[in-house]
């Protein structure tokens, strides 16, 4: 992508801007658009009219603006891109290839010299119909969408007609097109005029239907004079005259809504994670749409729509981009096959097919079933009463006062259960029924100071764990059967099973699970765990039956859990947020249990699965209904959700062996001296240069997650530290602004797995100029 190509929805006060879309080739596109010009001229007779033609194909003096230029002269016309051969833009284009944000941003570009010339109104017509290709082989209705502009859509007045209007009209709409007005040529013999008119009438849309334009005469000059005299009855007609009219309302309708949104909102929306009484009316951002990377938000002082970067992934849901036409096609087929159908004692093809996919890629032969949830704190509840009830069975619990083994820092969910399987924080403190059931280890961590990555001790505890540690790579961190040998493994290891020894046989504790956030803690603050310490308290644990019950250990066989079942937190970690499909293989260990949410479908559903193995499975296995595992949503194995959630999967499958990430990873093998396990999209040259900065703790970066973490006397999350980055990221610079969130003193910016490269490096490149400024 070239890197002034970021483009953005295209909306200017004073300037009305309406695409023009045909149901078919040949339906009259450039016919409708020089009637709309010539009513245009009548009805604003004091403002400008354009008109454009992205791409055209063949002789140049049959383009579509000449046919402008010719019937409505105070028109003003032109063509950005031409091809004289009269074939498909895709085969013309050969020769001469345009990428699709290239040609964006030549229109974005057109919009803004004209829209600086004066009030009026643009018409932009496409080329052939809604599918049609584009230079680059795309389909116009994908290469447009990021525009986001109202719709024209010149209906097919032929036999067949109807059909095509209509697939025309949802193929746009399932995209997020909103449809202004269908106009459609009038055919006595077909009368698909009428037909359409009731059909979009359902639908609040309004139709204008027209006389058809003569038959060619029999000189040119003769049909040109036909031709002027049609044009000129057709833009003097009432209805017409009403339709351009209506453009005007319309355009200051959107323009009213979309300043009005943010003071609505402050007055009857309760944000999550939001202390309100700061907030004003001006700190709410207004989101038009959103596509690719980037939100295109409303700026009321300027009237337009600014492309923004989501730097939080929005929340961490994001994998494949904003409005992803394959995902919302596979939202469109299973909402129209199924709707919703219950689960229980049932199956269809979209929640069998996710867990067969599931079970194939997660690689771990502990894993055999499939639990469906909504979202992934549910699903943490759901895992957590499997956990706790194998382990209750097993080891013949006769109380319910179990608790889990965790990580200080982790958050696992907002609903109760998931909230008591993390240490008391400012997540849980107002949490009245909240208990805390557990012990938290603290950990060492992973960071890279001063361009040198370190594992540091955590805070208090280098008696404990020893002085901090120093690698030439973050490879070298994660080679971690290189390091099971090491001292720091014994440490690791004699202080586990102190802590375990003394917590049960000394102060009687009972635990039932051990749950993780494999190596990366999220809400925590961006915290990258030494995966040999995780590993390490994976194994103690599993070799440790004998501290949990004086009965024999069970035959370890790769599949059946010993010590604790072990519960593997992936809601935001996996499915290659943080590289691998799996963190598994980054730790060398499998969990018993697993749960996926968040990029499973991609950001567009909720949804959630937790994946367990047949000896937890077992454990609910019974004579009385009261043995099973009794949980359950309306929504359970949701069919559009799960739809989504398996095309979201063989994407990122598809992302991940088609070698789409390599550019990522070249700079990596030279840092890690090798091929390496371990990269990030952020590169090691901007990490070392951030790491450097005299503001900046540490910084970490593993897969799509950067944080940095900023000094502060009281870190933490109520530290206001990141702020100051935070706010001077959020104005336009170098073409877009970055909405970002962060976690008290830690910054942190979350691509997606569809990223482009010369996206990231000018965030990397707008980071470092920002801690520049802070000095």
Known sequence: MPANAITGAVL????????????????????????????????????????????STGPRDEADDGHLARFSPQTISKTLVQYGEPVSPHIAARAAP????SLREQIQKHVTQVAEEGQGTLLIETAGGVHSPTPSGSSQADLYRPLRLPVLLVGDHRLGGISASISAFESLHIRGYDLNTVLVFEDAQYENHLYLRDYFAERDIPLLSLPPPPPPASTPASDRERMAEYYKEMSALPAVLDTVRSFATT?????????????????????PFTQHSGMTRASIMTIDSAYGDFFQ??????????????????WWTQGLGHANPNLALAAAYAAGRYGHVMFAGAIHEPALSLAELLLKHLGNPRLQRVFYSDNGSTGIEVGVKMALTAAAERYNYQNRDIGVVGLKGSYHGDTIGAMDCSEPSTYNERVHWYEGRGHWFGFPEVKMKDGTWVVEPPAGQEHEFGPTQMFASLDEVFDVEARDNSAAAEVYRKHIWSTLDRLINVEGKIFGALILEPIMLGAGGMLLVDPLFQRTLITTIRDSHALFTSTPSPTEDGCTWTGLPVVFDEVFTGLTRLGPFSLSPLLGVQPDISVHAKLLTGGLLPLAATVASEAIYNVFLGSEKSDALLHGHSYTAHAVGCKVAETSVKELLKLESSGAWDDFKQPWKGANKGEGKVWSMWSPT??????????????VALGLVLAIKLRDENPGYSSNAAIGLQFSLSSVHDGFKIHSRVLGNVFYIMASQTTEVDVVRRVEKKLLGALVNRQ
């Open 686 to 699: 901007f990490l070392s240069n951030v790491s450097n900065h005299a503001d900046v703790e540490s910084v």
């Open 12 to 55: 200017r006060r004073s300037l009305r801007t309406y695409q023009v879309y045909g149901a078919n080739t040949g339906v009259g596109k450039t016919v409708m658009s020089t009637i709309l010009c010539g009513a245009l001229h009548r009805a604003f007779p004091k403002e400008l009219v354009w008109y454009l033609k992205p791409v």
């Open 297 to 314: 938000t409303y700026s009321s002082s300027e009237n337009t729509l600014q492309p923004t970067l989501d730097g939080s992934g929005s």
């Open 251 to 271: 355009h200051e309708s959107r323009l009213a809504r979309l300043d009005d949104m943010a003071p609505q909102a402050h007055k009857h929306i309760w944000y």
């Open 98 to 101: 345009v990428s699709d944000p």
